[in-house]
């Protein structure tokens, strides 16, 4: 656990050997963990590792709403402590999120991979929409793990690779008393969504001098090609990658392609 100046206890998961630190920041309402699929598939021998739980996610305190994205970048900085020259590797609100905090603290990395980032244009303010508002009214509880499991198979989930989906059942929900419960409370995942477009990451990174690897699926939903392109502009120094066949839950769907494209970043190729 991070303990964040706010006192908010962010955790963390550590591995790997050597000297080519990679942070990895998960999507909205998932976990840590559905990043192990990813760290399995990687062959480098001097490369270490450090995933967390963004606050409200995982085994983080939920801290308290609104969750301004200046905080959520001020705790991948506080998670990060002295280190700097790290690989950073964020889906969706995670890459928009690294990159901010890259924004905040430079020198912070020394490589984005952006998949899917949560990195809008103006205009910039919180905003209620269909995903917020959907979020609310997602099912909280299953009456045991394997419920949970066989509803998101084949529902929402279905295209995911079977270890990502393990690693989000597993580790994205607790037994309570009402049975397999979401860690993720869907009030703070509304809230996450309502504040997506209420930061101003998409002015900032064109300041940023690290290099950037912006990742997109193919039939995404949220970053389709004439925005990706548009959001590409905004970097100095950003090569483009999209993952045929995938979706915007890229790294959980194709978890081999993700990890070839951050070895090529560890190899610097």
Same mark, same amino acid.
């Given at each position: 656990?991070?303990?964040r100046? &706010?006192?908010?206890?962010?955790?963390?998961?550590?591995?790997?050997?050597?000297?080519?630190?990679?942070?990895?920041?998960?999507?909205?309402?998932?976990?840590?963990?559905?990043?192990?699929?990813?760290? &399995?598939?990687?062959?480098?021998?001097?490369?270490?590792w450090?995933?967390?739980?963004?606050?409200?996610?995982?085994d983080?305190?939920?801290?308290?709403?609104?969750?301004?994205?200046?905080?959520?970048?001020?705790?991948?900085?506080?998670v990060l402590?002295?280190?700097? +020259?790290?690989?950073?590797?964020?889906?969706?609100?995670?890459?928009?999120?690294?990159?901010?905090?890259?924004?905040?603290?430079?020198?912070s990395?020394?490589?984005?991979?952006?998949? /899917?980032?949560?990195?809008?244009?103006p205009?910039?303010?919180?905003?209620?929409?269909?995903?917020? /508002?959907?979020?609310?009214?997602?099912?909280r509880?299953?009456p045991?793990?394997?419920?949970?499991?066989?509803?998101?198979a084949s529902?929402?989930?279905?295209?995911?690779?079977?270890?990502?989906?393990?690693?989000?059942?597993?580790?994205?929900?607790?037994?309570?008393?009402?049975?397999?419960?979401?860690?993720?409370?869907?009030?703070? /995942?509304? &809230?996450?969504y309502?504040?997506?477009l209420?930061?101003?990451?998409?002015?900032?990174?064109?300041?940023?001098?690290?290099?950037?690897?912006?990742?997109?699926?193919?039939?995404?939903?949220?970053?389709?090609?004439?925005?990706?392109?548009?959001?590409?502009?905004?970097f100095? &120094?950003?090569?483009?990658?999209?993952?045929?066949?995938?979706?915007?839950?890229?790294?959980?769907? +194709?978890?081999?392609?993700?990890?070839?494209?951050? /070895?090529?970043?560890?190899?610097?190729?």
């Amino acid at each position: 656990m991070v303990e964040r100046a &706010d006192t908010t206890q962010i955790a963390t998961t550590a591995g790997g050997r050597g000297a080519s630190d990679v942070l990895f920041v998960h999507a909205t309402g998932f976990c840590k963990e559905v990043w192990n699929p990813v760290i &399995d598939r990687l062959v480098s021998e001097a490369f270490s590792w450090l995933s967390m739980d963004q606050r409200g996610h995982g085994d983080s305190d939920p801290g308290t709403p609104p969750n301004d994205w200046d905080l959520l970048a001020q705790d991948v900085i506080g998670v990060l402590g002295d280190r700097v +020259d790290v690989i950073g590797v964020g889906h969706s609100s995670g890459g928009g999120v690294i990159a901010r905090a890259e924004s905040f603290r430079p020198g912070s990395f020394s490589h984005l991979v952006l998949i /899917e980032p949560i990195i809008f244009p103006p205009p910039f303010q919180r905003m209620d929409g269909p995903m917020s /508002e959907g979020t609310r009214r997602r099912r909280r509880t299953f009456p045991s793990r394997d419920d949970a499991f066989e509803r998101f198979a084949s529902g929402p989930f279905g295209s995911w690779a079977p270890a990502a989906l393990t690693a989000y059942i597993d580790h994205g929900f607790r037994m309570s008393n009402g049975g397999w419960e979401l860690k993720c409370d869907p009030e703070v /995942e509304a &809230d996450f969504y309502a504040e997506g477009l209420n930061h101003d990451t998409w002015d900032r990174v064109e300041t940023m001098d690290v290099p950037v690897t912006l990742v997109a699926g193919e039939h995404s939903n949220t970053h389709p090609r004439p925005y990706l392109d548009a959001l590409a502009s905004q970097f100095r &120094d950003v090569d483009v990658a999209v993952v045929p066949g995938a979706g915007h839950l890229v790294p959980m769907e +194709d978890p081999g392609s993700i990890a070839r494209i951050v /070895e090529r970043v560890m190899a610097g190729t």
